[in-house]
């Protein structure tokens, strides 16, 4: 018997779940792998493939120096480094640097929506490449890698968190340490997809905290914070400021996506 999709029947339900999961992974290794946005059949586990890879929005120079959001200037015009974006002249944000593999699209959303709630942790490693690629300088320059928290009842509902697996692919390609616990989440915070860039600095007052027995590893050290998705930069502006409040000498952000909003 089933109500709403799920096993209600009390003699087998998890276990129901659990053969059905079981099932999958056995087919997982019986059928080729499928892209992980259009399920086409690919070459390697979790890789994108081509046709999708030409609908990636990739982001890089000319960008803002602190947030990363791309300019659109004309081929011919002089571009030096340390441009920044309106918002930031007006207050820079307590990260040094925020990079991100791709704009924050419909198609990258899909990407990262399979990433983040259909189980395709098989993509990880293909999308670590991306952020491998698009941060090479930000990876160089960090002493260590930590990813954004997951708060534990979140992390038991979707049973990985998303960050932390892009942190350890980033730390096994590249050999640089990856603290995965540098930073905990202290209380639940609501999820915020439809808040403003206010509320959601409300929501997370004081839910993100510096893991008081990794301390020690922060001391002066380049932290490079990952994510998956750079929104209004409320989450990545929490985090950054309790690592400098901990002690850290200065902290960069990568990301896979970026929201690009149109200059104010
Ligand atoms: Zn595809
Ligand atoms: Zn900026």
């Known amino acids: 018997m089933t109500q709403g999709g799920k096993a209600i029947n009390t003699s087998g339900g998890y276990r129901d779940a659990s053969l059905s999961r079981l099932a999958g992974r056995v087919l997982d290794a019986l059928l080729p792998p499928g892209c992980p946005v259009c399920n086409a059949v690919v070459e390697g586990a979790g890789t994108i493939c081509g046709d999708c890879w030409r609908e990636i929005n990739f982001l890089g120079p000319p960008q803002c120096s602190a947030c990363g959001l791309p300019f659109e200037f ?8 340390d441009v920044l974006c309106g918002a930031c002249v007006r207050e820079r944000p307590p990260y040094e640097r925020a990079r991100a593999a791709m704009v924050y699209g419909d198609f990258s959303r899909k990407m990262i929506l399979a990433f983040k709630h259909a189980d395709r942790t098989d993509t990880a490693p293909g999308l670590g490449r991306m952020l491998v690629q698009a ?30 697996l892009l942190a350890g692919v980033v730390g096994r390609v590249t050999g640089k340490a990856v603290v995965q616990d540098l930073l905990v989440r202290k209380r639940k915070t609501k999820p915020q997809g439809r808040m403003g860039p206010a509320e959601r600095r409300r929501n997370l007052q004081g839910a993100i905290k510096v893991n008081a027995a990794k301390r020690d590893r922060l001391a002066s050290r380049r932290v490079l914070l990952i994510d998956d998705v750079l929104t209004t930069g409320a989450t990545a502006t929490a985090c950054a400021n309790m690592l400098l409040r901990g002690g850290a000498g200065a902290v960069d952000v990568l990301t896979l996506a970026r929201v690009v909003r149109p200059a104010i």
């Open 74 to 81: 004309a081929e011919n015009d002089a571009f030096s480094q």
């Open 135 to 164: 941060g090479s300088d930000l990876i160089a320059d960090a002493d260590l890698i930590a990813p954004v928290p997951l708060h534990w009842t979140r992390l038991f509902q979707r049973r990985y968190n998303q960050a932390a």
